[in-house]
């Protein structure tokens, strides 16, 4: 770990060096200069347009995010050549996001490192997530920490889970609802939808239907899915609220359309027994008629909360 760190760090800090060269450019640059600083430019661009982050608060947001599974393969050489002309470390993140969909896991870290210890919150949540798959969970939780008090959403939610499972740190439910509060607050609805968990399921707090139920309808009105499944499940058996079938049915329909196999299946079982109309009394649920159900599919139990 040590050594690719290191490796990373002076291959960077060689191509930092090009930033220098360009701000040593005379008033009055020449042609050339110019189209250097015109490709540059048109680079910087490029990058923060194909690998900008929805979970970056520091992102161009002249451009839209983009996913990571969705990042353009020219994002690479644009964030690197962005990169090695100004030392900026929102270019470094990007590019490392570039890299990681590319599957170069290594320079994607190297990358990482470089906006991490540059003080970039994004990336250190990044680096974070790397280092805790690697086994070091007290590097997750330290970078994590400083990514979230910066404000950054993703990382406020992480911590969360650390403070939930234990990692890297003591295992503190009032503490992982407060950094889950925190997230959700900006908008996160897995944030929301653990905080309802964790008193739907009691194990760590004494269960409180009617506080997870408040929770799962924030998730879900935030198109969160397994907040309308354990929503959908909760009216359907009268727990914390009254029972409710057509409002289950709801809740199991939309997770349907949102591709959640279990809400599909539960949606025909409520349709099957009457309480929402068959598919030639109500248009549009043609769709979810057609799904084709296999043995192993369909778990019938609550989703357990979901990690990053």
Same mark, same amino acid.
């Given at each position: 770990? &040590?050594?690719?760190? $290191?490796?990373? %760090?002076?291959?960077?800090? +060689? /191509? ?8 040593g450019?005379?008033?009055?640059? $020449?042609a050339?200069?110019?189209e $250097? ?16 982050s929805?979970?970056?608060?520091r ?6 995010p983009?996913?990571? $599974?969705?990042?353009?393969g ?7 050549m ?5 030392g900026?470390p929102r270019?470094?993140?990007q590019?490392g996001?570039?890299? #990681?969909?590319s ?8 990358a ?8 970039? @919150?994004?990336?250190q +949540? ?6 805790? %798959?690697?086994?070091?969970?007290d ?5 994590y ?6 404000g #950054?959403?993703?990382a ?9 499972d234990?990692?890297?740190?003591k295992a503190?439910?009032?503490? /992982?609802?407060? =950094? ?6 900006e ?12 008193y ?5 707090v004494?269960?409180?239907?009617q506080?997870?139920?408040a =929770? ?12 309308m ?8 058996a009268g727990?914390?609220?009254a ?10 329909? &939309? ?5 959640? +196999? ?14 929402? @109309?068959? @598919? ?14 296999? @043995? ?5 139990? &609550?989703?357990?909360?979901?990690d990053?």
């Open positions: 770990m &040590k050594s690719q760190g $290191s490796k990373a %760090r002076k291959g960077f800090a +060689v /191509a930092a060096g090009a930033a220098v060269a360009l701000c450019l005379t008033i009055s640059p $020449s050339q200069e110019r $250097s600083l015109q490709l540059v430019a048109a680079m910087q661009s490029e990058c923060d347009q194909l690998a900008g929805p979970y970056d608060e992102r161009n947001a002249s451009f839209a983009v996913d990571i $599974s969705s990042i353009d020219r994002a690479v050489d644009a964030c690197r962005a990169y090695e002309a100004t900026n270019f470094a993140y590019l996001r570039a890299l #990681n969909n599957t170069e896991p290594e320079e994607a870290m190297g990482y490192n470089a906006a991490s210890e540059a003080g970039y @919150p994004a990336a +949540v990044n680096f974070g997530m790397l280092m805790g %798959r690697l086994g070091d969970d590097a997750q939780f330290r970078l920490s400083k990514a979230a008090q910066s #950054n959403r993703l406020a939610y992480n911590l969360g889970v650390a403070y939930r234990g990692l890297g740190t503190d439910v009032k503490k /992982a609802l407060d =950094w889950f509060g925190k997230a959700a607050a908008g996160d609805d897995t944030a929301a939808f653990n905080i309802g968990a964790i739907d399921e009691g194990h760590l004494q269960q409180d239907d506080t997870a139920i =929770w799962y309808d924030l998730a879900a009105q935030r198109g969160n899915t397994d907040a499944i354990n929503l959908g499940l909760m009216y359907e727990e914390g609220i029972a409710n079938t057509a409002k289950a049915a709801d809740m199991f329909k &939309k997770a349907a359309e949102n591709g959640d +196999v279990f809400g599909a299946y539960k949606f025909l079982e409520l349709q099957d027994m009457g309480v929402v @109309p068959a @598919p030639s009394q109500e248009a549009g649920d043609d769709e979810l008629n057609t799904l084709v159900l296999k @043995p192993g599919d369909v778990e019938q139990q &609550k989703p357990a909360g979901i990053i």
